[in-house]
Nanobody
Framework: VQLQASGGGLVQAGGFLRLSCAVS????????MGWYRQAPGNQRELVASVANGGEAIYADAVKGRSTISRDNAENTVYLQMNSLKPEDTAVYYC??????????????WGPGTQVTVSS
């Protein structure tokens, strides 16, 4: 299973970024796609996730500034982040959960993409 993330980079405070994560099209049974982030010295935390039905949840820190979306046909998840703040600086990880035909759940992580917001 391959998860390929892109869109990270250096941006000034108040700017925006759009992260993308493409998942192998051969991966069936996806139930949820999302983004986590980890800043130095901190634990990895949920940023946003979206379920198959389109139900999205957001961390309080990004609510109102971010939008998660997915293209089910392309197995791709996007995270649009606006009004970026220096505290958004972190490595962002794509996450995919799937359930196989036996009902067993698996969790997959992308390699991470660095987002740096300068003040």
């Amino acid at each position: 299973v391959q998860l390929q993330a892109s869109g990270g980079g250096l941006v000034q405070a108040g700017g925006f970024l759009r992260l993308s994560c493409a998942v192998s099209k051969t991966l069936a049974g996806i139930t949820q796609m999302g983004w986590y982030r980890q800043a130095p010295g901190n634990q990895r935390e949920l940023v946003a996730s979206v379920a198959n039905g389109g139900e999205a949840i957001y961390a309080d820190a990004v609510k109102g500034r971010s939008t998660i979306s997915r293209d089910n046909a392309e197995n791709t998840v996007y995270l649009q982040m606006n009004s970026l703040k220096p505290e958004d600086t972190a490595v962002y990880y794509c996450n995919v959960r799937r359930r196989n035909w036996l009902g067993a759940e698996s969790n997959y992580w992308g390699p991470g993409t660095q987002v740096t917001v300068s003040s």
